[in-house]
């Protein structure tokens, strides 16, 4: 791979193993192959609870169902992106007990706000997270909820949506677009943190 697209790559789809942790997050989103990969993780005793966050895009006029066709068996109509996911982790296995919900947040840095106000209303001392996202959307997700949670260390199991992959997003116009977006948000919605940050 060519030394540039391979630091894109690299910076853009992060990826760990697994390990035991206090919580799995699933950030807003109509993928519900996200869930899928949570559910498999909480099945398997990675965390004791699953936080899905998201009312529905700030660009859109509500949900608007499922973007990968994954749809619990039943219902399709669902107010927000939260309820949605909950009602797949429940299908999926899922304790209803483990479920924790936000349905407020309608971009990135509102999941982590939101979910973090969640968390911290119910006491929950967060040590170590898994991030359940979109793989091309892993650097952003992780670099929004570490502003939140800085004392907590991350783990991102993501999963590959819309045929994104750090394999192929680089022989696609359209993929290329995707993922240089994501680098460029990584920018632009960082400005006035950074200068917060570092006065």
Same mark, same amino acid.
């Given at each position: 791979?060519?030394?540039?697209?391979?630091?894109?790559?690299?910076?853009?789809? +992060?990826?760990?193993?697994?390990?035991? /942790?206090?919580?799995?997050?699933?950030?807003?989103? @109509?993928?519900?192959?996200?869930?899928?990969?949570?559910?498999?993780?909480?099945?398997?005793?990675?965390?004791?609870?699953?936080?899905? /966050?998201?009312?529905?895009?700030?660009?859109?006029?509500?949900?608007? @169902?499922?973007?990968?066709?994954?749809?619990?068996?039943?219902?399709?109509?669902?107010?927000? %992106?939260?309820?949605?996911? $909950?009602?797949?982790?429940?299908?999926?296995?899922?304790?209803?007990?483990?479920?924790?919900?936000?349905?407020?947040?309608?971009? *990135?840095? %509102?999941?982590?706000?939101?979910?973090?106000?969640? *968390?911290?209303? +119910?006491?929950?001392?967060?040590?170590?997270?898994?991030?359940?996202?979109?793989?091309?959307?892993?650097? $952003?997700?992780?670099?929004?909820?570490? +502003?939140?949670?800085?004392? *907590?260390?991350?783990?991102?199991?993501? *999963?590959?949506?819309?045929?994104?992959?750090?394999?192929?997003?680089? +022989?696609?116009?359209?993929?290329?677009?995707?993922?240089? @977006?994501?680098? &460029? $948000?990584?920018?632009?919605?960082?400005?006035?943190?950074?200068? &917060?940050?570092?006065?």
């Amino acid at each position: 791979m060519n030394p540039m697209l391979k630091d894109m790559t690299d910076f853009i789809f +992060l990826e760990n193993e697994p390990e035991k /942790s206090d919580i799995i997050f699933i950030p807003g989103s @109509g993928y519900g192959a996200l869930s899928l990969t949570a559910s498999d993780l909480w099945k398997r005793g990675f965390a004791p609870y699953i936080l899905p /966050s998201g009312r529905f895009s700030i660009l859109e006029k509500g949900f608007s @169902g499922s973007a990968d066709g994954i749809l619990p068996k039943n219902g399709t109509g669902f107010p927000t %992106e939260c309820a949605y996911h $909950r009602e797949l982790l429940i299908e999926n296995g899922v304790s209803e007990s483990a479920i924790l919900t936000e349905d407020k947040a309608a971009y *990135t840095y %509102e999941n982590a706000i939101y979910s973090k106000q969640v *968390t911290d209303a +119910l006491g929950l001392k967060i040590k170590k997270a898994i991030i359940c996202c979109q793989a091309f959307h892993a650097r $952003r997700c992780r670099l929004y909820y570490e +502003l939140l949670y800085p004392e *907590t260390q991350f783990l991102i199991c993501p *999963t590959v949506t819309q045929d994104i992959s750090r394999n192929n997003w680089y +022989l696609d116009d359209g993929k290329i677009d995707r993922v240089l @977006g994501e680098i &460029e $948000r990584c920018g632009s919605q960082f400005h006035d943190i950074v200068k &917060e940050l570092h006065p």
